[in-house]
């Protein structure tokens, strides 16, 4: 009994502080919602080092099914071959004014290939707060790209609120990485099988503590031309980030998956993770070769 009530005061709470988001933060302007009627098939590709090798022999398939990609996808000559229906961008680098050199020529190269590569029609995700900065505007240009604006709230708290809640996008489960706002934005487009590729999550094993105590990640992507070097874990603004807390963000990351499996069955969809060197073990697995 005392764990039930524990559990039902969680979540009390949880739902309680969910509303005060939602009032405080909510835009008005918000009308992404849930798009009923596509009972299709779509392939999120995240940019893990497993993916060259992954899909490496299907892009013609690939391009012929609905796609979602995110982060710096349009660097890699994949980008124009699979002609991806859907990007995905989340961290606020993309759209702030304050970035460190290193970060400014990351972003502006991202800019330039969106602007300059695409030339099919494309949805753009971006927060919707991000709508309206220079960079979107800058993008903006592309007349093949539209963008869409979708709220990046963190929302948790009794299932039937939660739901309602993602359904109208009001919110979404805690977008800790791209991929979890990418997979969630599949959800609310209407897809019922959702096919996960690039998920490594295994830079968990690259962890190491430096002689400065500092934290230090080997961040590999498959577009990468180099072999990744282990970087400091520093956010710009502190440098007090212990493995406590960068652990603590991973675990957030793995319940948010958690929370779009029960999103997606609510929704009568299904979440597949075909991802070949992984260690996100919350979906069922499935090899792609089996998808098509």
């Not at 309206?132 to 963008?147: D, F, G, V, Y």
């Not at 874990?233 to 502190?238: E, L, M, N, Q």
């Not at 948010?256 to 992984?278: C, M, P, Q, R, W």
Request: with cysteine; proline share 3%; hydrophobic share 40%.
């Amino acid at each position: 009994m005392s764990s039930y009530f524990t559990s039902f005061c969680r979540k009390l709470f949880a739902t309680f502080k969910s509303v005060v988001k939602i009032i405080v933060y909510h835009p008005v302007n918000s009308r992404y919602g849930y798009r009923q009627g596509v009972n299709k098939e779509a392939y999120v590709l995240a940019c893990g080092p497993s993916l060259t090798n992954d899909i490496g022999d299907y892009i013609e398939q690939l391009s012929k099914k609905d796609v979602f990609v995110m982060n710096h996808f349009a660097l890699a000559d994949f980008f124009v071959l699979l002609k991806p229906r859907f990007y995905v961008l989340a961290d606020p680098a993309y759209w702030v004014d304050e970035l460190s050199e290193a970060e400014e020529k990351s972003v502006a190269e991202l800019t330039n290939c969106l602007i300059n590569r695409v030339c099919w029609d494309m949805a753009l995700f971006v927060p919707i707060f991000a709508l309206q900065s220079r960079r979107m505007k800058l993008i903006k240009e592309n007349k093949h790209i539209k963008l869409i604006g979708y709220s990046s709230l963190s929302l948790n708290g009794f299932h039937f609120c939660r739901n309602y809640w993602y359904r109208k996008n009001m919110g979404m489960s805690p977008p800790q990485t791209v991929l979890n706002a990418s997979v969630f934005l599949a959800l609310n487009s209407g897809y019922k099988v959702i096919n996960v590729l690039g998920a490594d999550h295994t830079f968990i094993k690259q962890l190491s503590v430096g002689f400065d105590n500092l934290i230090y990640v080997e961040d590999a992507h498959f577009y990468d031309t180099e072999k990744a070097k282990k970087t400091p874990i520093v956010d710009g603004v502190s440098r007090d980030w212990t493995i406590e807390t960068w652990l603590t963000c991973i675990l957030k990351m793995f319940r948010s998956h958690y929370v779009l499996k029960d999103y997606a069955k609510y929704l009568g969809a299904e979440i597949y993770n075909l991802t070949s060197e992984t260690l996100l073990d919350v979906y069922k697995r499935k090899k792609i070769e089996d998808t098509f």
